[in-house]
């Protein structure tokens, strides 16, 4: 321990900044090295001591080290996670939970105040998935030593399984015409365009107007009351009227693919740009910028950084913004 020094330091942070910091050296074979250090014990207090120390040091790197260091600090709490080592005062940590969920989640910072790689929040999550995977697929997620990695666990999983849910929900420019209205039998002679006998037709392209722009006031308006920093996605009446706009917008794709007289036509383009402004408004509160769970998995490569450490991109599924509704999407 250093002279004054608040926490020890002792062979254990040693091995870990040398092995997390040189490619060369084998993780494996220094895992072998830092479970005797962490063992090398006079009494449970200084088990404790030990393991509190190795949290420390694995913290520290992934907070202030490069992205090398990052990367291979993962790689070692993982392995001490996967070959059964139960520390409960390590994997209990509350600072280091607390970093490795940051990560995980993209909500913090490094010590330099810059974003982590997206390689390095790509590992972390399936790390963190695959920590919680391992203690139920192993009946430990009741065992103490293991409950501050399951909750960790559990919360990852929910964020991205909720983000894949705004993904889906958020390409809405793509929904197709819904083709529950039908055309007559007899299109167009010359172009083969299906066409409707707007007198019969009338009362309903009315009905799915006034319909429409209900539903695009009724969104915006649950929208309007959500609290400061809320997702649209965690609300369940804004999703509810979500998906009615969304359901009525296809009804008024398919009239609009239909109807040629102008009498209906203008109404129908005008109840259209309000769903799509209503439904973009609940896009943009949904949080869906993040990475999908699907994202977690991809190996699209960023150019190598100063470090020369080479990281990847999260790729981002961003919905059209185009709201023409004669355009190619939407399927007749």
Known sequence: MGFLSDHPH???????????????????????????????????????????????????????????????????????????????????????????????????????????????????????????????????????????????????????????QSRERSNFMNDQADESVHATNDPDQMYGIPRIDIKKAAPAIRVVISDGLAAAISLRNSLMVLPSGARSTDDEEATARFIQARSIRRKVLRYLQLVTEEEFLGSLIHANDELVKALASYDEKSGASEASSEELYSDEDEDQDSSGYESSSVASVQPSTSSNPFGDQNKI
């Open 10 to 164: 002792t062979a254990i942070t040693d091995t870990i900044d040398l092995c997390v910091s040189r490619p060369e050296c084998s993780l494996e074979v220094e895992l072998g090295t830092l479970v005797g250090l962490i063992r090398n014990k006079s009494s449970d207090y200084e088990y404790e001591t030990n393991q509190e120390e190795a949290a420390r040091a694995l913290r520290k790197k992934l907070k202030y080290g490069n992205r090398l260091q990052q990367s291979r600090s993962l790689d070692l709490f993982d392995l001490f996670v996967t070959q059964g080592l139960r520390f409960v005062v390590l994997y209990n940590d509350d600072k280091l939970i607390e970093r490795l969920q940051g990560i995980a989640l993209n909500k913090v910072t490094d010590s330099r105040g810059g974003r982590y790689s997206s390689k390095i929040v790509k590992k972390c999550a399936n790390y963190v998935l695959g920590w919680y995977s391992y203690a139920v697929s192993n009946g430990a997620q009741s065992n103490r030593a293991y409950a501050s990695i399951v909750e960790l666990g559990r919360v990852v999983k929910r964020h991205y399984s909720r983000t894949r």
